[in-house]
Nanobody, 127 residues
């Protein structure tokens, strides 16, 4: 059974950092693309960052480039999102998601292209 478990959210002040974790089970990271998405109240879910462990490819939304870093640890079956220089506009529920490699590295930002989702973890950044 495929499962994703997101954790690491919390309340922080603007300018501080958080690291989110996504623990996966039921598949190997090399066979899937993992994405982090977020959804703020009243807004649509948006893609934040994506990683393909098999070829070490990663991509980011423009709004987080230079501040967020995605990484994976195949031995721990986990994907991480290091979030630095947090801003109040980063406040949202963050989700990790997985999809097979059928699309390659296309449509990374499309939530509908992902097959499996974890529960969200709340990130709140105060000003």
């Amino acid at each position: 059974e495929v499962q994703l478990q997101a954790s690491g959210g919390g309340l922080v002040q603007a300018g501080r950092s958080l690291r989110l974790s996504c623990a996966v089970s039921g598949f190997t990271l090399d066979d899937y693309v993992i994405g982090w998405f977020r959804q703020a109240p009243g807004k649509e879910r948006e893609g934040v960052s994506y990683i393909s462990s098999s070829d070490s490819s990663a991509d980011y939304a423009d709004s987080v480039k230079g501040r967020f870093t995605i990484s994976s640890d195949n031995a721990k079956n986990s994907v991480y999102l290091q979030m630095n220089s947090l801003k109040p506009e980063d406040t949202a529920v963050y989700y990790c998601a997985a999809r097979t490699r059928r699309y390659g590295l296309s449509y990374l930002e499309r939530a509908a292209s992902y097959d499996y989702w974890g529960q969200g973890t709340q990130v709140t950044v105060s000003s």
